[in-house]
């Protein structure tokens, strides 16, 4: 089975653990709107996230990260598997039964601009969670909205502004401040920084870093930025067509990268260092696409390491190779394959 | 005499809004040298696609206007030319791509009809010819079964295949200058390495030059001989790859340098950030422009200056090639060493 990656390793039970996780999305079509096949965005994954860490999340356009990421926080119910939050299955809670887990994960998005209303002030965005969460004094939802100004990096005045005042890497500040209103424990940060400006990336950056320690946080850190990720991440997932292909600590997939596709994803960044040209990984072709997606292992008819015709319908096999380490094991995936056959 | 192919001198591009007029690029001059690529880098704001529209004339109209300076391209001054005249280099003598494909391509006409449409409109091919080099041009272009793929529409085709597309179409006439407006950035890592490999290798064997222009300076510095680092309209620096890489001269070229998260970084530690936010174009400084961001210790009482009001600082040639905005706020050399 490709499941269950997380060895015991001491540090308590995670604080959320995905279970097999799967997310289909219908393909309608037709006249009378059958559905004609199934969009496998999130095909079976499990992962944890343990208290205080940073998960980085990396795959491309259509990997089904950010599907991942809204499953995660329950803005999608999944189509199969579990979501584990400190150990209770909410995979399937109504809308109702969610409350009280809602304060406990929130999500950071891309753009802020649009995840903020327009029309209302800085203020009433920041104090609608405690309202929502039923705090009925005022004079103390005002006092907290001011902390988390300050927190942010804020000016108090912001209070009474609107969105559009304000530049993007602002906004994206208030949507942290948003996230961390309710003292959360796991925030999902879906892209939180590629639609910034790079000198204004580093400060956010630096912001979550800074918040993860004061308040314990743990993240799920959803990016595409190889560099991005490194940064801010204890351990890093692969993720490609719907599965992870390869986990582990951060330094370790960046020192010894296993997955073909991992390699190449590495090999791919440019390096702001001229005349420094490492040997690049080209691959062939695009991602396949998620509707109906090959039954074996989905990255070898891309790979550039070759295997046997008859192999590449064989599905990988997700296995810890090292303590901590785990990597899709198929020919066309590792190199050296028979060396990982026992 | 080896003259470059492009010469843009103080060029000045505004635009008129409802608050007034803004002026978007603001005296900027550089240089493009023949078969080589000009970076242009800078910040969302910081003018360099509406110098990439100014070259080719493209500003929206009638709210775009070139207010001054020579744009000087094989001989003729783009500045001033009439739109015939125009037509005959665009698409012909410099080709264009742009971000995002789907918008550079008509969604409603088959690809070998907007490629054959190119030859159609520059050179003197029937129809018949021009479908069978839009084929050849597509095969060059690494796009798999050309012929199959010329008659399917651009929603047909990926987002790497569809800027291959665009590529194809920008090369069709053999131009000697493509600029290329942020080609990789809607694309993935992995096809952004196949696309600037394939320019790379379309320009080795075709000699064309290149202006790239990007936000992000690892593709800057894999693909350009020469680069402008743009600040709020202006130059802030220009020069050789190698000089704006290991001896950035400007503060704000070393701050950008500085605050990228770099895959050899030790992870979990703070970056370094450059204070504040990149200024709207509606009440600009004449003086530099990049001082209330700047980390010199002077700054604040060079703000509080007359000069920051009224002089505009000129650019300086500290290197071979290598000029940086002559402002002491601005400019590395000028920091006070650390004790």
Request: glycine share 8%; charged share 25%.
């Amino acid at each position: 089975m490709n499941s269950e990656p997380q060895s015991a390793n001491g540090d308590g039970p995670p604080l959320m653990e995905l279970r097999d996780l799967q997310m289909f999305f219908p393909v309608k079509g037709g006249v009378l709107q059958r559905t004609q096949a199934q969009l496998k965005a999130v095909n079976g994954v499990s992962l944890s996230i343990r208290k205080g860490e940073t998960l980085g999340l990396v795959g491309e356009s259509g990997c089904g990260k950010s599907t991942l990421g809204k499953c995660a926080v329950r803005l999608l119910r999944p189509t199969g598997g579990q979501v584990l939050f400190e150990g209770n299955d909410i995979s399937s809670l109504s809308r109702k039964a969610l409350k009280p887990y809602r304060r406990d994960i929130q999500m950071i998005f891309q753009d802020p601009a649009e995840s903020l209303n327009p029309r209302h002030s800085i203020g009433s965005l920041l104090e609608e969670p405690f309202l929502v969460h039923g705090n009925r004094d005022a004079a103390d939802r005002n006092r907290r909205v001011l902390k988390l100004l300050d927190i942010v990096g804020l000016p108090a005045s912001a209070i009474e502004k609107f969105p559009f005042e304000f530049s993007g890497g602002q906004r994206q500040r208030i949507g942290i401040a948003r996230a961390i209103a309710l003292n959360p424990k796991l925030v999902i940060c879906d892209e939180p920084v590629s639609a910034l400006d790079v000198s204004v990336q580093s400060q956010i950056l630096n912001l979550l870093m800074n918040l993860q320690e004061e308040f314990n946080l743990s993240y799920i850190f959803i990016a595409h930025d190889l560099a991005v990720v490194k940064h801010i991440s204890d351990r890093v997932a692969i993720m490609y067509l719907g599965k992870i292909v390869e986990l582990g600590p951060t330094e370790e997939i960046f020192r010894n990268p296993l997955h073909a596709y991992t390699r190449a994803l590495i090999s791919a960044i440019p390096v702001p260092r001229p005349g420094q040209r490492r040997e690049r990984i080209l691959l062939k072709g695009d991602v396949p696409s998620p509707i109906d997606p090959p039954e074996g292992c989905a990255f070898a008819r891309r790979s550039w390491i070759p295997c046997e015709p008859e192999e590449l319908d064989k599905p990988g096999e997700f296995r810890e190779v090292s303590p901590g380490h785990w990597v899709e094991l198929h020919p066309a995936t590792v190199e050296d394959y028979a060396s990982y056959q026992r | 005499m080896n003259s470059p192919l492009l010469d843009v001198r103080n060029l000045q591009t505004a635009f008129d809004t409802e608050k007034g007029r803004v002026v978007a690029v603001d005296d900027i001059s550089f240089t493009v040298a023949r078969g080589k690529t000009l970076g242009i880098v800078g910040e969302s704001g910081c003018g360099k696609s509406v110098t990439a529209l100014s070259i080719t004339r493209l500003l929206p109209q009638p709210m775009g206007n070139i207010l001054g300076g020579e744009i000087s391209f094989e001989g003729q001054d783009l500045a001033q030319a009439t739109e015939s005249q125009l037509r005959a280099v665009r698409g012909a003598r410099i080709g264009m791509i742009f971000q995002e494909p789907m918008t550079a391509l008509n969604p409603v006409h088959r690809i070998g009809r907007q490629l054959s449409e190119c030859f159609l409109l520059h050179q003197d091919i029937s129809k018949a010819e021009a479908w069978d080099r839009s084929i050849e041009l597509l095969q060059k272009v690494g796009i798999p079964s050309a012929e199959v793929r010329i008659g399917e529409y651009p929603h047909q085709l990926s987002g790497g295949m569809r800027q291959r597309v665009v590529i194809a179409m920008a090369l069709a006439c053999k131009p000697s200058l493509v600029i290329a407006d942020e080609p990789t950035t809607a694309l993935d890592v992995t096809i952004q390495a196949q696309i600037l490999e394939l320019m790379k290798s379309l320009q080795e064997e075709m000699g064309m030059s290149i202006i790239l222009i990007t936000h992000d300076l690892g593709v800057i510095a894999e693909t350009c001989d020469d680069v402008v680092v743009m600040y709020a309209g202006r130059v802030a620096e220009k020069g050789s790859v190698q000089d704006i890489f290991e001896r950035p001269a400007h503060l704000y070229t070393k701050g950008l340098l500085d605050s990228i998260p770099r895959i050899d970084h030790p992870p979990k530690t703070p970056l370094q950030t450059i204070p504040g936010f990149v200024p709207g174009l509606h009440e600009l400084p004449t003086g530099a422009r990049f001082a209330p961001r700047s980390p010199h210790p002077d700054a604040k009482a060079y703000m509080n200056s007359e000069a920051y009001r009224s002089v505009r600082p000129s650019l300086v040639e500290i290197g071979p090639g290598h000029w940086v905005e002559d402002c002491p706020v601005v400019r590395v050399d000028q920091m006070p060493a650390h004790t």
